[in-house]
Every structure is written in C-alpha cells, then in structure tokens.
C-alpha cells in the first residue's frame, strides 16, 4: 500500500533520530554528517518556510497543467465544466504518484498535488451531487485516508479527521431536529470511540510509519470530545440549528452537564496528561481550561475585565513560580529541566548510529585472540599465574 521504498523510510528515520542525538549532544557533528551521508533517504524538507516556497510551486505547476487541459476542453462548454474537476483530481493523483516514484515525500511539491487532488475530489463531487454535504464529505474523507495509507501524509489524515466529523454532522441533520438534538452527545460518543480505536492501533503498531498521522487523530479526538459538549458550543449551535431562543431565567436543556462537563473534562485531560506524561495532552488541557473560563466569561461576567486579566496573571505566575521551584532540581519524572532529546524512543536507536558513525556502516566482526586471558582467582588476569 505506502508508495515509498521502506528501506528509504527507515534511512529516513535514522537521520531523524540522529539528528535529535546531535542536538542531546550524544553524537558529534561529523558522526551525524557521516549517518546523513551513508543514509540514503525521500527527499523531503523540514524548513516550513522551504517547503511553503515549493509547495507555492507545485501549486503552479499543477494550475499549468489543469490550464492546459481546460485550453482544450473549453469547446465544449457545458459538457466539460461537468467534468473537469474530476480530470484535475485524476491529475492531482496521478501527480502524487509520479513525485513518490520520484522520492518526494513532505517537500512541498507533493503537498500540491495531494491537497489540490482532495479539493478537486470535493468540487467535483458537489457539481455532481448539486452541493450535497453528507457525500461530500464522504468521499473527501475516503480519499483523504487514501492519501495518507499511501503516501503517509500528515495534513491528509487532519482532512480525513475534519471531513469524517462533517459526515457525522451532515447525517445526523438527516434526522431532523431529533438529530441535532441528541447531536452533542453522538459527536461526544464518536470522539471517545474514535479516541480508543486509535490508541489501540497505535499501541499495536508494528512499524511506525503511521504513527504520526495516527498521533494527529488521537489528539484530534481528544478536541472534539471536550468541544462536543462544551457549553458555550452547544448553546450556540443550539440556537444556529434549531432556532432555540434562551429567554432570561432560562436555560438550555441538560445545561447543568454541560455545564459540568465544561470544567471536567479539562482537569481530567490535566490529570491524565501528568499521570502518562502526554505533553499533548498536556498542552490540550491548558487550552481547553482557558477556553471554559471564557465560556463562562462570555455568560456571566464577574469581575470586569480589566481586574479578571490582573487577577487571573496572578494567579497563572504564582502557578508558575512555585512549579518551576518545586521541580528545576527534579532529574527526572515530571520536572522542568529541558529535554536533551525530543523524542521519549530516541535512545532505541542510539547504539547502533554510534556504531556505524565510528565503523562507517559495517557490521562489528569477531576476531579469535591467539592467547587465552582470565582464569583469575582474586579479580584480576592471570592471578593463578598462567595466561
């Protein structure tokens, strides 16, 4: 199924872990320029702002070639305009293919062809349907895990998150105001299968070519799980979809779990991220704790707003200061010394890049000594007085 040669991959991989040794400072820098130069691996780019440059390219280059097929196709007008779209997606997939032939992978060039292939999929897909979300959305999806199965494409997998999300909005509007309804709870269901199913294959894994991509849905769950029942989320979609006008003294329906879940939820994410030492998790927490003071800000405002940002930096930099006091002379666990290597399983591969920096890439050969040591009797060579 994945387009690339997986022995480049894990070339890949090494030059990676290499790279993040150099900088824990386990390795030199000429033993990580000897591993990059006997690795041979995709050709990729990990600036952004470089492979923002060749992404603007490859999006250029794949308007030419659609400009050029539409040059001709414009004779037939309306016939053509029915079509085209699926010709430029056909072009965006064959293009993709082409560039993983070529090693391209994460350059820029190729994400041109993937995202362009994926719109076109979806503009193609609402001129046939008449602008119908629910297959929209479900062939966006499909083609997205496609991409991202075969060409391990990160931003595909974020695609496949979002247009999976509004193909479970889009049916359940089917059901009419039942469905939007009970929807925060089916959303919040969704969120919390999907969540498992994903940890569950990642656990599971027996390469890691998926991991990354499968990281990005798990943490996406974990997004959609505190947002399906947010309250301030829900009370506005409530009045967006089914019209429900809260009056004063009122409120919505159920609203003391959401309220609840609005606050839960976050220390709970807070919890479990300190418990399993998940930085993402971690970093979702924060974000979504300041997000339910907001909600609650955006209801009932307390304090003005002035003294709520002066009391609530307080509060914040105490947090802080005596958090960085407690855990700067930590060595480990959860502590505020910085990490010598970003990645938790980069020592797995330490020894052996260390080996074939120093022996250049060839396997260690036993050699038999011509005379016998040990034999000791007092911790040290040759104490019985032979060799």
Same mark, same amino acid.
């Given at each position: 199924?994945?387009? $690339? ?21 386990? !390795? ?21 702002l470089v492979r923002l440059g060749f992404f603007l390219l490859g999006c250029l280059l794949y308007g030419s070639v659609c400009g050029s097929i539409s040059v001709f196709g414009l004779s037939a007008e309306n016939a053509f305009f029915q079509i085209c779209c699926y010709?430029?997606a056909i072009v965006g997939f064959a293009g993709t293919e082409l560039l993983a032939n070529q090693n391209y992978h994460n350059h820029g060039l190729d994400d041109a062809f993937i995202l362009g292939a994926l719109l076109n999929v979806g503009?193609? !897909? ?6 119908? @979300? ?16 075969? $060409? *391990? +494409?990160? *931003? ?11 193909? *479970? ?7 009419? #105001? %039942?469905?939007?309804?009970? /929807? ?22 027996? @390469? ?7 990281? =990005? ?6 997004? /959609?799980? $505190? ?13 967006? =979809? =089914? ?7 009122? #409120? %919505? ?15 709970? $994410? /807070?919890?479990?991220? *300190?418990?399993?030492? #998940?930085? %993402?998790?971690?970093? !979702? ?7 339910? !003071? ?16 002066? =009391? ?18 930590? @060595? ?10 970003? +990645?938790?399983?980069? /020592?797995?591969?330490? @020894? ?15 050699? #038999? ?19």
């Open positions: 199924m994945i387009a $690339y040669n997986k022995e480049k991959l894990d070339n890949g991989i090494l030059a990676d872990e290499a790279d993040s040794l150099f900088k824990g400072g386990f !390795i030199s820098k000429e033993q990580k320029k000897f591993i990059e130069k006997e690795l041979s691996g995709l050709k990729s780019q990990n600036n952004i010709i430029f503009v193609a !897909i609402a001129v046939t349907t008449e602008g119908y @979300e629910i297959v929209i959305a479900f062939f966006v999806a499909i083609g997205a895990l496609f991409m991202f199965l075969r $060409y *391990l +494409h990160i *931003l595909s997998m974020l695609v496949f998150c979002l247009s999976a999300t509004a193909f *479970l909005f889009y049916g359940m509007f089917e059901f009419g #105001d %039942i469905g939007k309804a009970i /929807l925060p709870f089916v959303a919040m269901i969704f969120a919390g299968a999907f969540y498992f199913l994903t940890k569950k294959i990642m656990n599971r894994l027996t @390469e890691n070519y998926y991991y990354n991509g499968l990281l =990005l849905a798990n943490s996406f769950c974990l997004v /959609l799980f $505190y947002l399906s029942c947010n309250y301030l989320v829900v009370r506005e979609l409530s009045a967006a =979809l =089914l019209g429900a006008e809260v009056k004063p003294g009122t #409120d %919505i329906p159920f609203a003391f779990f959401f309220y609840a879940f609005t606050f839960i939820v976050p220390i709970v $994410y /807070l919890v479990q991220a *300190l418990k399993t030492k #998940d930085r %993402i998790m971690l970093w !979702i927490s924060f974000l979504a704790i300041a997000f339910s !003071i907001y909600t609650i800000r955006f209801y009932h405002s307390v304090l003005p707003i002035e003294v709520a940002l002066t =009391l609530g930096g307080a509060v914040l930099f105490a947090i802080a200061y005596f958090s960085i006091r407690k855990l700067k002379e930590k @060595e480990s666990g959860l502590t505020f010394k910085p990490d010598r290597i970003n +990645h938790s399983d980069s /020592l797995l591969n330490a @020894e052996a890049l260390v080996v074939a920096s120093t022996f250049g890439m060839k396997p260690e050969v036993k050699t #038999d000594s011509p005379m016998e040591f040990g034999g000791g009797g007092f911790s040290g060579g040759g104490s019985e007085g032979n060799f």
